[in-house]
């Protein structure tokens, strides 16, 4: 190549080409490197740009000076933000190295200057919109991922990871490892569905539960689409989880309190239709015999007040599911403290609960259920003594009415006698 070509090729270039000795002066530069750095070829030094800098600005020039003072061999594409004489600012990539002539005389650093600003701004927008991505799924819980299948990758936004109480580092990014983070009874059904999207629609839909490292049990609302080729081959899937604990938690309690309102409504009108006690607990044990959540089991009677417990026939207890036997120990201590007392089921999952029945404070009879629960909460314990309230009144009404016919009978004794007395 001749001497003339080159310094076409030189002078043409879109890159600017700066050859800078250790000290900072300046050997040469093209007509691109004096546009980029807003500087004549004359006034196009280190100190210059130096001055021209800010304060990390400054900072990088001067260890880059030092650099070239102890033979640094140099290096590609440092990012770097030039200020110019005239206000305005140009990134630029920056890769430098030392330059020798034919006769391997060291000449200096030879800088090329391309510039970035366009790739560097699109850079930022896309660095901007990430974070407000992730700020979006912050806000939503809501994470994203994808599994490209070739590779068998799956790879999780960093809000996924926070939902699920993971690091990077903890987890398989592989499709099996996805599907081990879910609960372990879901996991058949949830694999069913992702199989079922792969050969159907190429969608799916589903809520499930996950465990955390934590032991954390969390509700996911999962939602994803399947990638294909040309062929209809499967490619990548695409997926979001978004963490909907709380929103479980306010429809569970919401159905928990209309199935309270509507047991007690039921309770309500077995009291109300009954004119005995026995009459009203029959219609109130079918009536929590026909909830999943109760199942009643025993009724207990003292036949004189220090005399023992015994069990009441009444209407036989479902068979399926299962309820407990009657536990004489509780009912003993139910009735000796005047409390509602709970205990440990056989039933995994299920509790014992004894409820007094009072008439003036005095306890008359004592209610035994069986519970889909280990532990009462305020709402359920409110809900009991509500319902003893309305059963300790039919008592009352029925007892009243006894005395009320009693009193007749002995009115109308009386009068008989009377009659007899006044006949003689």
């Given amino acids: 190549m001749d001497d003339a070509l080159a310094r076409h090729l030189v002078a043409a270039s879109r890159d600017g080409l700066w050859l800078v000795t250790p000290d900072g002066t300046t050997v040469y530069a093209n007509e691109r490197a004096e546009e980029l750095s807003g500087h004549a070829r004359d006034e196009l030094t280190l100190a210059a740009l130096r001055e021209l800098s800010d304060p990390q600005g400054k900072l990088d020039l001067d260890a880059h000076l030092l650099e070239m003072r102890n033979d640094h061999p140099g290096r590609e594409n440092d990012e770097v933000l030039l200020h110019r004489p005239d206000g305005s600012r140009v990134w630029i990539l920056v890769s430098w190295s030392r330059a020798h002539d034919d006769d391997g005389r060291f000449l200096g650093y030879l800088h090329r200057l391309t510039e970035y600003t366009e790739r560097r701004e699109l850079l930022d927008r896309l660095s901007m919109r990430e974070k407000e991505l992730e700020s979006a799924q912050r806000i939503a819980r809501l994470g994203s991922w994808t599994w490209e299948v070739a590779t068998d990758t799956v790879s999780w936004s960093p809000e996924l990871f926070s939902i699920y109480g993971l690091t990077p580092d903890d987890f398989d990014s592989t499709y099996a490892g996805f599907l081990a983070r879910m609960h372990p009874d879901e996991r058949e059904q949830i694999a069913a569905k992702i199989e079922r999207a792969i050969e159907g629609d190429g969608e799916y839909e589903y809520e499930s539960r996950i465990l955390t490292p934590q032991g954390t049990t969390r509700w996911l609302r999962s939602r994803g689409v399947i990638d294909r080729d040309g062929t209809g081959g499967l490619v990548a899937m695409h997926g979001t989880c978004q963490d909907i604990t709380a929103l479980r938690a306010v429809s569970e309690a919401a159905d928990a309190a209309t199935t309270r309102l509507r047991l007690l409504h039921e309770m309500a009108e077995a009291s109300n239709q009954s004119t005995t006690l026995l009459e009203a607990l029959t219609r109130a044990g079918r009536a ?137």
Wanted: charged content about 25%.
């Fill in 288 to 424: 929590l015999d026909e909830s999943s959540d109760w199942n009643s089991t025993a009724l207990w009677v003292r036949s004189r007040r220090d005399g023992d417990l015994r069990l009441v026939d009444g209407p036989a207890p479902p068979t399926t599911p299962p309820v407990a036997p009657p536990d004489l120990a509780l009912a003993e201590a139910c009735w000796a403290s005047g409390e509602l007392t709970t205990a440990a089921s056989g039933s995994p999952g299920h509790a014992i609960v004894c409820l007094p029945i009072r008439i003036e404070g005095r306890v008359i009879c004592v209610v035994q259920m069986e519970a889909a629960t280990t532990e009462l909460d305020e709402a359920t314990r409110e809900l009991l003594l509500q319902v003893a309230g309305q059963l300790g009144r039919v008592a009352e009404r029925e007892n009243i009415a006894t005395e009320l016919s009693e009193a007749r009978d002995e009115a109308m004794e009386a009068s008989a006698q009377k009659t007899a007395f006044l006949a003689t």
